[in-house]
């Protein structure tokens, strides 16, 4: 339960359901990991409350797992090294993978428990003997892109009960319910980065400072200076301080030269990637290329493809339409219809 309206709904249909519950919330981090005073209150108590007075009015035992050390090696330290490598990672798979269904999961086994439930908007079915993770009706909150990673038989231990369910309807019933975070807005920003400050948690965590090195276009010829690697993602526009007839962007990141190249809006689009650490939900890769959809970002609409699985844990991409900033380190979750097949995360181009 963190603190949210989603999650607290979640365990008021699970009540419904005749399911006896417990509560829980995951304390993931100190105060300086997320840059804040370590004297002052812990960002996320309010949260914490909130979670244990839905708790309370559910009648239900809430408890707080303490999994800061975890989420600090498995999470933030893998944010920090992929910025440092020039990649862009998304820290709420590595969350959901280490933290929900593998921390949390194992502890509510310990407990005894036979499910999992969060209020994440996604839908569980079985077909043909196995577990397959769906998008949710409300496709404007589906959240299937950050679970790509759950296996069989954590899907088969798992409820979200909130995935035939529309946003608009989730806090309706929850103002039904009395619940006082009935229409408290959605939570945006990385946890322990909650300025966004991606740059500065990295620092934070690494103790070192960004190094400054240089701009250059595509043909090697210097451009500017830059502030240090880690505060560039692929098809960066804004911040760049370099000025030229038509608007710079961040077209690749190069960690062992210190080097960023910029180029022209166009130089952004490819039709071909290559996906590592590739996890197919029902547990076999395919023996042949598939046709299918793909994201290759958490907003992007999905995008026509062949998918070329390789060899053990690589798939080939190639897009039907060029794609624009494709970036390593962001997940590139594939889709037949509403079923999730699987993902994996995007590598360097050319390595």
Not at 177 to 197: E, L, M, R, T, V
Not at 260 to 289: C, M
Request: hydrophobic share 35%.
């Amino acid at each position: 339960m963190s603190g949210g309206v989603d999650s607290s709904l979640a365990a008021k249909l699970m009540l419904e359901n005749g399911y006896t519950c417990i509560g829980c919330t995951m304390k993931l981090f100190e105060n300086e990991d997320a840059g804040i005073a370590k004297a002052k209150t812990c960002c996320s108590l309010d949260d914490v409350e909130d979670a244990r007075g839905v708790a309370y009015r559910l009648g239900i035992p809430f408890y707080v797992f303490n999994f800061t050390d975890e989420f600090r090696e498995k999470v933030i330290r893998n944010f920090a090294e992929s910025y440092e490598r020039g990649h862009t990672p998304n820290p709420c798979i590595d969350c959901n993978t280490y933290l929900k269904f593998e921390k949390l999961y194992q502890r509510a086994m310990l407990l005894g428990c036979d499910c999992i439930v969060t209020g994440h908007y996604a839908r569980i079915a079985q077909e043909d003997c196995r577990f397959v993770l769906k998008k949710a009706v409300d496709e404007t909150k589906d959240q299937s892109y950050v679970l790509y990673r759950l296996t069989q038989e954590q899907l088969a231990h798992t409820v979200f009960p909130l995935g035939e369910l529309r946003k608009t309807e989730v806090r309706a019933m929850a103002e039904r319910s009395g619940f006082g975070n009935a229409h408290k807005p959605d939570s945006q920003d990385i946890c322990f980065a909650p300025d966004g400050d991606y740059a500065g948690a990295v620092e934070r965590f690494t103790g070192k400072r960004s190094v400054p090195g240089i701009f250059t276009d595509k043909s090697g010829n210097v451009l500017g200076r830059h502030r240090g690697i880690v505060h560039y993602t692929i098809g960066q526009r804004r911040g760049l301080g370099v000025s030229a007839k038509a608007p710079y962007y961040v077209c690749s990141i190069c960690p062992e030269t210190n080097t960023v190249v910029l180029g022209w809006n166009e130089d952004l689009f490819r039709r071909d990637a290559e996906v590592r650490s590739f996890h197919w939900i029902s547990g076999e890769a395919p023996q042949n290329a598939i046709r299918c959809k793909a994201k290759i970002r958490y907003r992007q609409p999905e995008q026509w493809v062949t998918a070329i699985p390789v060899h053990k844990g690589v798939v080939q991409l190639h897009f039907d339409e060029p794609q624009r900033a494709i970036t390593p380190g962001q997940a590139a979750v594939l889709y037949q219809d509403d079923i999730v097949l699987g993902g994996g995360v995007i590598a360097q181009e050319d390595t």
